[in-house]
Every structure is written in C-alpha cells, then in structure tokens.
C-alpha cells in the first residue's frame, strides 16, 4: 500500500511539474515588428523585437477610468523555421502595424531564442464580414457599468492552473490604454474577431468589487459597432 501511494504520489508529481514547463500563454496582438533576424544558438530560426502599447501601472490617477497614457514597449520574439509564411510576411511587413497570433512559452523552447513565440501574422480587414455580427452581450459580473469607443489591442488566454483572458484596450475618446479580462469565453472568441479588422466600436465595461481569479475588475460584457453599450 505504502509503495503504491509512493508510485502514485511520482506519478502526479511529474505530471504537474512537466505541465508547468507547458505554456504560459497564447494570443493575439496589434503590433509593429521593427527587427528581423536569422539566428538561433543550436537551432536556426528568425528572431526579432516589435512594439506594442503599453503603459506604466505606476501612474499616479484617482480612477483607474482616467489611466493610463499610451506608452509603447519592446518585446523579443522567436519564429520557427519551418514557419516560412510568417516569417515571409513579417519580413514584407517591417515596421507596418500588423496583427499577430503568438504563444508565450513558460521555458525557453530549445529550436528558440526567446519564450515569446509568434505563430501566425496578419494583415488588417477593412470591411467587416457581411455575417459578422455588429452586437455581441454577455451577462454583466458587476453593478458598475460604462461604456467607451475604442478597440482592444491585446488579448490573452493565461495561466497554468487557474487560466484568465486578460488584456489591453485604448480608449478613443479619453486617449487611454486600459487592462481588461474577460470572464466568459464566447466574449474573449468574438474580441479576437474585432481584432482582424480596423473599424473601432463602443465597448461595455462591468466592474467588479471582487477581482476573484482575474488580474483586473474590469470585465467586458458588451462589444457594439452601433451604438453606446448597455443602452448608456
């Protein structure tokens, strides 16, 4: 009994430590790639550095609804080299602002040079889809709502254990770049949509008492290329 416990107690104890070796991350951004490389140390592979907005936390504002001033940070990046198509466009698209899908390794993959990994890159939509839907509600997570024009820049399914959608919007008509998570799933699917295209849109916010497994009490509920959300 003692030796089965033991075996089981290895078992499950390699499984949770291999699984933190996983990914940290995978999502979607606006950004603008400003470097590309061959390179690698064992293995070739492309590697980079592109912008993407930001902003400091440290910002000293009464609300958070009045933070925070657009900022613009660098990050490295990594492409495989068997991901010829990616690596096609970023090098016809240098310091253009394109769309990208990436993943954030929890370890350094080897074939890489950084943890941050970009898997897929885009170019923008002008017009919407004729199907694509103009409205999009879920339930509201809190008893404080308001609703802004702008678009979200950055969004993220993160997390080992416990996994959040976390991301950044800018505000348009503020001048403001704000984070934000997403509680429900459809929400965060239909955000990456509005993503491929350039059209702007209203976004409702539900704030929160409680910020429970997210980083932020900020959560969508509402995406509307028509009119203010939630009726505001």
Avoid: W
């Avoid at 990208?100 to 170019?123: G, M, V």
């Avoid at 976390?166 to 965060?188: H, L, W």
């Avoid at 209203?202 to 932020?216: A, D, H, L, P």
């Amino acid at each position: 009994m003692i030796r089965r416990f033991f075996i089981l107690t290895l078992y499950f104890g390699i499984v949770l430590n291999l699984s933190a070796f996983g990914t940290y991350a995978e999502g979607r951004a606006i950004v603008k790639v400003i470097k590309l490389i061959s390179g690698g140390i064992l293995f070739e592979s492309f590697e980079g550095v592109f912008e993407i907005a930001s902003f400091d936390d440290s910002e000293n504002c009464d609300e958070i609804e009045k933070c925070y001033t657009p900022t613009k940070k660098q990050v490295e990046f990594s492409v495989r080299i068997e991901n010829k198509d990616t690596i096609k466009f970023l090098q016809d698209n240098l310091n253009k602002v394109i769309l990208i899908d990436y993943k954030i390794h929890r370890l350094e993959p080897i074939a890489l040079s950084t943890n941050f990994e970009i898997l897929k890159a885009y170019p923008f939509k002008t017009n919407l889809a004729p199907d694509f839907p103009l409205k999009f509600v879920v339930e509201k997570t809190g008893s404080r709502n308001y609703s802004f024009f702008g678009k979200v820049l950055q969004i993220e399914y993160r997390g080992t254990a416990i996994k959040t959608y976390e991301g950044i919007y800018y505000d348009r008509q503020k001048d403001k770049i704000r984070p934000f998570s997403v509680t429900n799933e459809e929400m965060a699917e239909y955000v990456k949509k509005t993503m491929e295209y350039t059209k702007e849109y209203y976004i409702g916010i539900s704030k929160s008492i409680v910020k429970g497994f997210r980083e932020t009490t900020f959560d969508i509920f509402e995406i509307n290329y028509k009119e203010q959300a939630g009726g505001l």
